[in-house]
């Protein structure tokens, strides 16, 4: 109903303006895209995903609680009573009921998600309202309608989005707030330069073409000027090489001698130090391997020793619980025998 009202309300203006004369400025957002390109929804929903998180692995415990109940019913049954069973199969519904009352409260239709994710959105959704007022008021837009509301847009042009613009808005007054005199000063000259342009698309894409060249010409100085530092650099480079090696070339006949003999025995200790530390490394590797496979198989026959002694001790206690049940029961009997 609201829709089609709407619908009717701008039918009515366009015409009224056509009679006078005079056209009507119409303009659009997408609430959707600028939520999700706003700088303070990020962390919102960052906070919110943090939240419901901590819920799923709250709801993964239950589930794996009963679980575990249901196995150990499986396991146990025929050792329990038509009693005890049917008290366990109560309890597992009962716990059931609760994940299910649970799931509910956390991620239904009503659900706290869902309250929460409101209260998170709704401060930007005021920011994104204000800052499309100051816009239509300073631009003169008669209308300004969301395209993803209820309205049915079935064709939007995009030199009618505003969108872009309401994000530079949110994002300038979060800027704003850090800066001194003389840089709001400076900002407001951008921001009136960028509204310039919103309203001509034509003289942002030549500015775009532009720019452009500009980086182009900028990249190919930079690049010939780092292909000049290059070479000059491996010319000296060169230079120094070729003097270094004259000055070694005369002490290396007189040294050759020794230090070959030198270079020899380096070796053959440098080779056996290396043998050495590899068996050693392979003697170590070996025994902490051993001592590891040691410790856990020991670990496991511990834990499976626990589990058996629980299951065992359980047996016996549901056992002995039956049996004395029994046993009162009897005596129950006798006693209403006797009288």
Same mark, same amino acid.
């Not at 709407?6 to 659009?28: E, P």
């Not at 995903?49 to 196995?71: F, G, M, P, S, Y």
């Not at 590899?278 to 001592?291: F, L, Q, Y």
């Not at 590891?292 to 047996?315: F, M, N, S, W, Y």
């Given at each position: 109903?609201?829709?089609?009202?709407?619908?009717?309300?701008?039918?009515?203006?366009?015409?009224?303006?056509?009679?006078?004369?005079?056209?009507?400025?119409?303009?659009?957002?997408?609430?959707?895209?600028?939520?999700?390109?706003?700088?303070?929804?990020?962390?919102?929903?960052?906070?919110?995903?943090?939240?419901?998180?901590?819920?799923?692995?709250?709801?993964?415990?239950?589930?794996?609680?009963?679980?575990?109940?249901?196995?150990?019913?499986?396991?146990?049954?025929?050792?329990?009573?038509?009693?005890?069973?049917?008290?366990?199969?109560?309890?597992i519904?009962f716990?059931?009921?609760?994940?299910?009352?649970?799931?509910?409260?956390?991620?239904?239709?009503?659900?706290?998600?869902?309250?929460?994710?409101?209260?998170?959105?709704?401060?930007?959704?005021?920011?994104?309202?204000?800052?499309?007022?100051d816009?239509?008021?300073?631009?003169?837009?008669?209308?300004?309608?969301?395209?993803?509301?209820?309205?049915?847009?079935?064709?939007?042009?995009?030199r009618?989005?505003?969108?872009?613009?309401?994000?530079?808005?949110?994002?300038?007054?979060?800027?704003?707030?850090?800066?001194?005199?003389?840089?709001?000063?400076?900002?407001?000259?951008?921001?009136?330069?960028?509204?310039?342009?919103?309203?001509?698309?034509?003289q942002?894409? /030549?500015? $775009?073409?532009?720019? %452009? !060249?500009?980086? @182009?010409?900028? #990249?190919?100085? =930079? +690049?010939? *000027?780092?292909?000049?530092?290059e070479?000059?650099k491996?010319?000296?480079?060169?230079?120094?090489?070729?003097?270094?090696?004259r000055?070694?070339?005369?002490?290396?006949?007189?040294?050759?001698?020794?230090?070959?003999?030198?270079?020899?025995?380096?070796?053959?200790?440098?080779?056996?130090?290396?043998?050495?530390?590899?068996?050693?490394?392979?003697?170590t590797?070996?025994?902490?391997?051993?001592?590891?496979?040691?410790e856990?198989?020991?670990k496991?026959?511990?834990?499976?020793?626990?589990?058996?002694?629980?299951?065992?001790?359980?047996?016996?206690?549901? /056992?002995? $619980?039956?049996?004395? %049940? !029994?046993?009162? @029961?009897?005596? #129950?009997?006798? =006693? +209403?025998? *006797?009288?």
């Amino acid at each position: 109903m609201r829709k089609y009202f709407l619908i009717a309300l701008v039918a009515l203006a366009f015409s009224a303006a056509n009679a006078q004369g005079k056209g009507v400025k119409v303009g659009y957002i997408d609430m959707d895209y600028i939520l999700e390109k706003a700088p303070d929804y990020a962390e919102a929903k960052n906070q919110l995903e943090q939240k419901a998180q901590v819920w799923k692995q709250e709801i993964e415990v239950k589930k794996t609680e009963i679980n575990r109940l249901k196995d150990n019913l499986n396991t146990e049954k025929v050792l329990l009573t038509k009693e005890l069973i049917a008290e366990r199969e109560e309890a597992i519904a009962f716990l059931e009921k609760d994940l299910l009352d649970y799931q509910q409260k956390r991620f239904g239709p009503n659900g706290d998600l869902m309250i929460q994710k409101a209260t998170l959105i709704k401060p930007i959704q005021d920011q994104v309202f204000t800052a499309v007022q100051d816009i239509a008021e300073a631009q003169k837009y008669d209308f300004v309608f969301d395209k993803s509301s209820d309205m049915t847009m079935l064709f939007a042009a995009q030199r009618f989005d505003l969108s872009d613009r309401v994000l530079r808005v949110l994002v300038r007054a979060q800027k704003k707030e850090q800066m001194s005199k003389k840089q709001v000063k400076e900002q407001e000259k951008q921001d009136a330069l960028d509204d310039m342009a919103a309203e001509n698309p034509d003289q942002i894409e /030549r500015q $775009k073409k532009l720019d %452009e !060249k500009k980086a @182009a010409r900028e #990249k190919l100085a =930079e +690049e010939r *000027k780092l292909a000049a530092a290059e070479k000059k650099k491996a010319i000296e480079d060169r230079r120094k090489q070729q003097l270094e090696e004259r000055k070694n070339k005369a002490g290396k006949k007189e040294n050759s001698k020794d230090e070959k003999g030198n270079t020899v025995a380096a070796n053959k200790t440098a080779e056996k130090a290396a043998t050495d530390s590899i068996m050693v490394k392979k003697k170590t590797d070996a025994e902490e391997k051993r001592k590891t496979a040691v410790e856990e198989r020991q670990k496991l026959l511990d834990e499976r020793k626990k589990i058996l002694d629980e299951k065992r001790k359980k047996i016996i206690e549901d /056992r002995e $619980k039956a049996k004395k %049940e !029994k046993e009162e @029961a009897l005596k #129950k009997k006798k =006693e +209403e025998n *006797k009288n």
